[in-house]
């Protein structure tokens, strides 16, 4: 029986993935797999039988990821599993910063008890609420992955021209992305020119903390919008308060509330809903547990978030599956010492990320415990591991 312990509320749907060979629950003891939502788990102290980490949502920001590198841990993300939620929210979060929707309806509030002056009351004063359309305005989405690209889609169905800018594109996101759509390799031309900018960029507090600043602000269009339902940090919020108190921009949505934005006129706060939907999180635990299974059951690895992708069928009963640094020669080292056995291989993969590296070896007979042994002691093999059918 293989234990799988959940640190957060994860969807019963999982129930139909894990097989019965699988224990899952918050309170098994020495898991081989943990599966996660937002859990804080810098602090946490890890189970030695514990060999990966699936964490049912896209950031891993409350998750280790180097130190469990360095211990051997594999840890997973679900890229693209809550995308259509977030795709969703971001297009309300677009209407939001068109029209003053949210004020409208704390605005209604105050009329209750007026009896039959509310319709009269609702006349006189709407016009305060007016806004603007979304339709054929100019909308720059910065990061074109899973969520990007269904942003850029959904905003091209309603009327808008959308301005696309990723470093990164990959083959599969520029596929998924509609040819009407411009895509830009000068970030401040996007910049100058759009109307509405959204964020769909991961949040590497050395790198970005802050990506939305005065400088950034400075350069757009007088009374452009800016979404971000990517991470909050990515924006700095004085900078985007004194815009919006300025009139520099017209409006700041944000899925990630503080202190200091909450009550600010013209500054919407949702609270952080871009995956709480049904859909997502079932997308979300399903994905996590399939990553999981399987890694545990065959040492393939998908969407990991530190350590390479390496997925090979297997073709024999016996899988040695080797984390390792990524150094040159050590490949020939394991080979070695492989081959010292006796034992034939019959099919091999090797994969490399950062410093980082996976070898997946299919072998044709029963690999002997000394022969894990010596591959354990090379001196930068970090973590061994034997799938035998």
Sequence with gaps: MKNILTLNSISPVIN??????????????????????????HDYTLDKNTVAVARAGAGVNNIPIEEYAKEGVVVFNTPGANANAVKELV??????????????????KTLKGQGEEVSKLVEKGKSQFAGTEIQGKKLGIIGLGAIGALVANAALALNMEVIGYDPYLSVDAALRLSRHAKVVKDLDELIKSSDYITLHIPYIASQNKGFINAEFIGKMKDGA???????GELADSNAIIDAVNSGKISRYVTDFPSDELIGVNNIVCIPHLGASTEEAENNCAVMAAE??????ENGNI????????????RTTDFRLVILHKNIKNILAQITSVVGGEGINIANLSNQSKGDYAVTILDVEKAVPDSAIADLSKLADVIKVRYLAK
């Design 16 to 41: 139909d993935v894990f097989s019965d060979d699988y224990n899952v629950g918050n309170d098994v003891k020495e898991p081989v797999g943990i599966m996660l939502r937002s859990f804080k788990m």
């Design 91 to 108: 297009i309300c979060a677009l209407l939001l910063g068109s029209r003053k929707i949210a004020d409208s309806l704390d605005w209604v």
């Design 225 to 231: 919008v800016i979404v971000n339902c990517a991470r």
């Design 291 to 296: 990553e999981l299974i399987d890694y545990i």
């Design 302 to 313: 998908k969407n990991s978030v530190n350590y390479p992708s390496c997925v090979m069928p």
